[in-house]
């Protein structure tokens, strides 16, 4: 065979070759197949040597307390793809201020949480950008997206402080930030359809192959379910978990998986989309002088009233607008001064719900259309699962205190909580879906000791924590510190929890019930009278996990871990910051608080 000069591939025989012709034209078949096979080969190799495609690379950074902001980073990285962007995704704790100002387009994604903070794992790179050593962003663009609820005070507050902080450093803003409510998912597309297109024009043109982007960590599995097609779970059992003499009513909830495919982790949670109770709305209609029968119209649909107030809209606690509007309505002194006070306004109105607003304010005198357009979508109550799917398969538990109160001779109860509780019989479906929680998980280290600290309803993922560990067989240590009111009425999984101490699976069990004494004792106390063990364990690897209220029983925990960290490591302040730093970077100091 000859090479001729426009690189085709000719079969050559020799007159002389001593064939016969019916072996010469099978010789010609045979050699014509291996110039093909050898020409596609060639061409292979061609391509193979040609430079690698070329992509604008953007990074996205997300804070998130629950999943939402990690959930729209990916949604994010995905839609780039279409504008010739190259995503590359890290949750805040995973780069350093350094590395993030040499994105030259960066996407930030954060929620709120709490009183106006940082979600966890954005907080260590929150102080590093925040800091006067913070270098120039001056070569880079870059759009946020803020996540919160107009519920809260300082609402977006952490979106805001990022859009704030990076143009003070120089950035140039692409697209305006969007601040969301709980409803999020319409104006996050719209942000991302404003953010992508603009930011893949910014910039110097520098490019990278695909070859060298970052490579993204494995991801949990995709729930098959989502808030707008969710999964319908049949309750299987209710069981009250307190005395019939506690003070509070908290309930062990079990819902059939059967047949959906739905996964979950140890440590995700549960959303449930909830309906009002019949009382409840009736109070509403008649505090609006309306009738369960007539229609109106919300997000462009024409329903029953009864219908709207029962299922789409969230008509217990007052929205914010709500309470401006009856404010300039009724020109109310009390509340008209505590406008610009949230937290004024917060202690001024605490406890009461939209009822009881509407009646001690009637001159606002509001119609059923106006309410409609004040208040706010009923949201999903997303609860700590209690339950490993490798110990109970198809199936998901929750535990879950009922919220019921008496205020102005009127009895309140928590939409979710007495939903589940008082309105869900047993084999009937109950609305809902998952939420991953990616850093509120068990150590992949089999043989890591772990600490976790859950009072109350906070021993919920705990418990899933423990079956999930007797399930893999893991080999660590486990050490929990869980409290309440009173051991009598109020210890929560007693049985349970005094079993897996005798079997050997619970190592340490630190119980500390508040009202037993005549001096109040909680986890925070237990955990300063273990102080130097507990360090020792942090020493050898321990992660220590964090549930429950936030406001109080979360800060009054941290700051005890760091008096304990202070004491037993003799370190000076700074040195204990760092200590703490360490800990949260390595994701051995998590949270999952509400």
């Known amino acids: 065979m000859t090479h001729s000069n426009n690189t085709q591939l000719v079969p050559y025989l020799p007159e002389n070759m001593p064939f016969n012709d019916d072996q010469k034209q099978w010789l010609g078949g045979f050699l014509a197949g291996l110039h093909s096979r050898l020409l596609i080969k060639e061409e292979t190799v061609a391509q193979s040597v040609q ?103 300082d609402f977006c507050i952490a979106g805001i402080q990022w859009d704030e902080r990076l143009e003070q450093l120089g950035a140039t803003r692409v697209a305006q930030r969007i601040d969301c409510d709980v409803t999020y998912e319409a104006p996050a597309e719209q942000w991302m359809a404003e953010a992508l297109p603009t930011i893949a024009q910014k910039g110097s043109g520098s490019e990278l192959p695909s070859a060298q982007s970052s490579e993204q960590k494995p991801k949990k599995h995709k729930a098959k379910f989502n808030k707008e097609s969710p999964l319908q779970a049949q309750l299987l059992t209710k069981t009250r978990l307190t005395d019939e003499y506690s003070s509070k009513e908290t309930i062990h909830y079990e819902l059939s998986l059967m047949g959906s495919g739905e996964q979950y982790d140890a440590g995700d949670a549960l959303n449930i989309i909830a309906h009002n109770s019949t009382a409840l709305v009736n109070d509403l209609l008649s505090a609006l002088n309306a009738r369960a029968e007539q229609h109106e119209t919300y997000n462009g649909k024409t329903d029953q009233l009864e219908y709207i107030f029962t299922e789409l809209l969230e008509i217990r606690q007052p929205s914010k607008d709500l309470i401006h509007e009856i404010a300039r309505q009724s020109s109310c002194p009390e509340l008209l001064s505590r406008l610009g006070d949230n937290q004024a306004m917060s202690d001024y109105l605490w406890g009461v719900d939209t009822v009881q607003l509407l009646k001690r304010y009637p001159d606002s005198a509001l119609s059923p259309t106006q309410f409609i357009q004040l208040a ?101 240590d486990n050490w929990l510190f869980f409290g309440d009111r009173n051991a009598t009425t109020d210890y929560l999984y007693e049985q349970e929890l005094t079993q897996m101490h005798q079997d050997g699976l619970l190592t340490r069990l630190d119980l500390a019930f508040s009202r037993d004494q005549a001096e109040k004792i909680y986890v925070q106390d237990k955990m300063l009278a273990q102080g130097e063990t507990l360090f020792n364990w942090l020493e050898q690897g321990a992660y220590l996990y964090v549930c429950g209220d936030a406001y109080k029983m979360a800060k009054d925990v941290d700051t005890t871990l760091q008096s304990i960290i202070q004491q037993y490591g003799q370190y000076d302040e700074s040195q204990t910051q760092e200590y703490m730093a360490n800990l949260k970077k390595q994701k051995r100091y998590v949270r999952d608080v509400y």
């Open 51 to 153: 430079p690698a495609m070329h992509i604008k690379p953007l990074t996205i950074i997300y804070g998130s307390q629950t999943g939402n902001a990690e959930n729209l980073a990916e949604e994010a990285a995905q839609m780039a793809k279409n504008h010739g962007l190259l995503a590359s995704v890290f949750d805040m704790d995973d780069i350093s201020v350094a590395q993030l100002s040499e994105a030259e387009r960066l996407l930030v994604i954060t929620s709120t949480y709490g009183d106006g903070e940082m979600p966890d794992n954005a907080q260590l790179l929150w102080d590093e950008i925040s800091a006067e050593s913070a270098p120039s962003f001056a070569s880079t663009y870059f759009s946020v997206l803020a996540l919160g609820d107009t519920n809260y005070d």
């Open 376 to 476: 706010k979508p009923m949201a999903p109550r997303a609860y700590s699962i209690s339950s490993s799917l490798k110990k109970h398969p198809d199936q998901v538990h929750l535990t879950i205190a009922s919220v019921r109160y008496t205020q102005d001779e009127r009895q309140h109860n928590g939409v979710c909580s007495t939903y589940l509780a008082d309105l869900v019989e047993i084999g009937e479906p109950v609305t809902c879906y998952f939420s991953a929680n990616k850093h509120f998980s068990v150590p992949n280290d089999l043989a890591a000791p772990i600490i976790m600290i859950g009072p109350g309803t906070g021993i919920a993922p705990f418990r899933a924590f423990l079956e999930e560990r007797e399930a893999t067989q893991a080999t660590g």
